[in-house]
């Protein structure tokens, strides 16, 4: 599978029941006040079987007990008013549409294509199910808060694994990074500036439309198409450089160029509602030339030189020098596994570029500059650290505590959820369809399981 179509499909899996549910809309479950459609389970089931290529008979029946279950903790949610801010819903779907924008390689007209919506429209019909996918998290985190785990525990869970049944785990590594994002020159800034000085001129004195430069000229890919449209946002949406000049304009004002991390912005106020903005605007951001991508890699090579001679510490390194940004960079560097949540890396699983980079090193170097492109598709420079290596083995305690602590932790975790969905079983009202009375694991939800009649 091709990475713009496992994005995708893990976008849609985020959101599963907000895609055409007219198409099948018949309520199977209440739990509580909280429906499971129908429409639901059969997107699931067919996002399943495209990723898997083929499902065991029961499938719906294990999709609707998932779903069953997380009614039940947004239903709680609700009952113990779990509170998730506007703010932190609007940050995460731009991130997702970001994400997947990115890997389109910002073609916006593919994005619009493909989910036969505007990207404001995509993001107003997501809103509400990411909303309640976060209370759901949120109710979870606080049911399993005081789950922990002991050494003993883990020393039993190891032990109850029988022998010939324990895991072998493939040569795996630890890394750390620097990530160095080249320069702007100031010749480009003021190109780019001066770009937008033109264009402001065009529109406040030569009586052109915002939106129409906004579509030709800007650089955010997201909101070009809807005309520098960024729909309406509450306070700390934006980077505080733009909400300032958005917040002092008034209605249908255009304001002056504003410089942020992103580059140069022009603003136009087009409705304020209390601390809710309505803004269009249009970003250009400045060129990275060929000198300024030469002079980052040579002033990362020199950070290296400096940790390599011991000049300085990696950890001092990455604080100073790394980009804060990076997720590595809140974590002293280190590399998280976005399969695992750790910081192990099966050597199969690492980026060619990186996989090359370390494949002769020994532990505790650095590897020279590698180029890569950001998620943005802005060009970056890291340095990897190569922290540790292990050899295939078995798993065993001593080498992997760490991965055996967590697999116990999953372990408990999970009879404690079960305990608790059984126990709020008992005290919440659920109905299920009877066409799902003969899946198996319905007595979970005190819904006896029944054979239909020859």
């Not at 809309?25 to 006040?33: L, Q």
């Not at 190891?158 to 895991?167: G, R």
């Not at 001593?398 to 999970?414: G, M, N, P, T, V």
């Amino acid at each position: 599978m091709n990475k713009v179509l496992a994005i995708l499909l893990l976008f849609i899996a985020t959101f599963s029941w907000a895609q055409d549910r007219a198409v099948i809309d018949k309520v199977v479950a209440k739990v509580g006040s909280e429906l499971v459609l129908l429409s639901e389970i059969e997107e699931q089931h067919a996002l399943m079987s495209a990723q898997q290529g083929g499902l065991p008979e029961g499938a719906r029946c294990m999709i609707l007990d998932n779903l069953l279950a997380q009614r039940l903790m947004l239903n709680q949610a609700r009952l113990d008013s779990v509170i998730v801010a506007d703010e932190e819903v609007n940050a995460q779907l731009d991130a997702r549409i970001e994400r997947i924008l990115a890997y389109m390689q910002g073609d916006v007209s593919q994005f619009e294509a493909y989910y036969g919506a505007s990207i404001n429209e995509v993001r107003e019909q997501f809103r509400e199910d990411l909303k309640n996918q976060i209370l759901v998290e949120r109710m979870q985190g606080q049911i399993m808060t005081n789950v922990k785990i002991t050494p003993s525990e883990v020393k039993d869970f190891f032990n109850q694994i029988p022998k010939d049944s324990l895991p072998y785990f493939n040569s795996e590594v630890e890394l750390g990074e620097i990530v160095y994002l080249p320069q702007v020159n100031e010749q480009e800034k003021e190109k780019a500036h001066q770009q937008l000085v033109d264009l402001r001129q065009r529109i406040v004195e030569g009586g052109e439309d915002f939106a129409e430069l906004a579509a030709i000229y800007s650089d955010d890919p997201g909101s070009a198409r809807a005309g520098g449209d960024l729909g309406w946002q509450k306070r700390n949406t934006f980077v505080p450089e733009f909400e300032a000049a958005a917040y002092n304009l008034e209605k249908d004002e255009i304001s002056d160029i504003v410089e942020s991390q992103f580059g140069f912005h022009l603003i136009q106020l087009i409705e304020r509602r209390g601390n809710t903005i309505h803004t269009r605007h249009i970003l250009v951001k400045p060129d990275i030339t060929t000198d300024d991508l030469r002079l980052a890699k040579s002033k990362l090579d020199t950070v290296r030189q400096l940790v390599s001679t011991d000049s300085i510490s990696f950890s001092k390194a990455v604080k100073e020098y790394s980009d804060e940004d990076a997720q590595s960079y809140n974590n002293d560097g280190n590399m998280v596994n976005p399969k695992s949540g750790n910081t192990f890396f099966e050597t199969g699983d690492l980026d060619p570029d990186i996989y090359f980079a370390i494949d002769t090193m020994e532990v505790g170097t650095l590897s020279n500059p590698i180029e890569f492109l950001q998620p943005t598709g802005e060009t970056a420079y890291r340095v990897v650290y190569l922290k540790s290596r292990t050899a295939p083995h078995k798993a065993n305690l001593e080498q992997d505590y760490s991965k055996i602590q967590q697999a116990a932790l999953e372990s408990k975790k999970s009879v404690f959820i079960n305990d608790w969905i059984s126990e709020r079983v008992d005290r919440t009202f659920i109905k299920i369809e009877s066409n799902y009375h003969t899946c198996p694991n319905m007595i979970n939800w005190k819904v006896q399981p029944t054979v239909p009649k020859p």
